[in-house]
């Protein structure tokens, strides 16, 4: 089995989330508030990160490296989804052809 999807999963939750919060990037004031009108769901109905400052970090080499690795990883991804995908097709058409034989 592939573990590209528990690698990228890694990534997202340790690195990238973990270099969001050391740059203080989360609007945790927004959460707050949001919990403390009783939305306790996960949805997140505000903008827990400022864009323009996202935009700002997108240019720390840190931060590119990290979402160099996820491209990476996303990419394999999909790679790999698009072969389950047409392998899954493939059987469904074995499967009609078997049940609709004579």
């Known amino acids: 089995m592939n573990d590209t999807y528990i690698e990228l999963d890694d990534i997202i939750r340790n690195k990238m989330r973990g270099f969001l919060g050391d740059k203080k990037m989360y609007n945790v004031t927004?959460?707050?508030?949001?919990?403390?009108?009783?939305?306790?769901?996960?949805?997140?109905?505000?903008?827990?990160?400022?864009?323009?400052?996202?935009?700002?970090?997108?240019?720390d080499i840190e931060f590119q490296q990290i979402l160099f690795e996820a491209s990476l990883k996303?990419?394999?991804?999909?790679?790999?989804?698009?072969?389950?995908?047409?392998q899954n097709a493939h059987l469904i058409r074995v499967i009609e052809n078997e049940l609709n034989r004579p």
């Open 30 to 59: 927004g959460w707050f508030q949001n919990k403390s009108k009783g939305h306790s769901d996960n949805k997140f109905n505000f903008d827990f990160i400022d864009k323009t400052e996202l935009i700002t970090l997108s240019k």
């Open 74 to 86: 996303t990419d394999g991804n999909l790679y790999i989804l698009k072969k389950v995908i047409e």
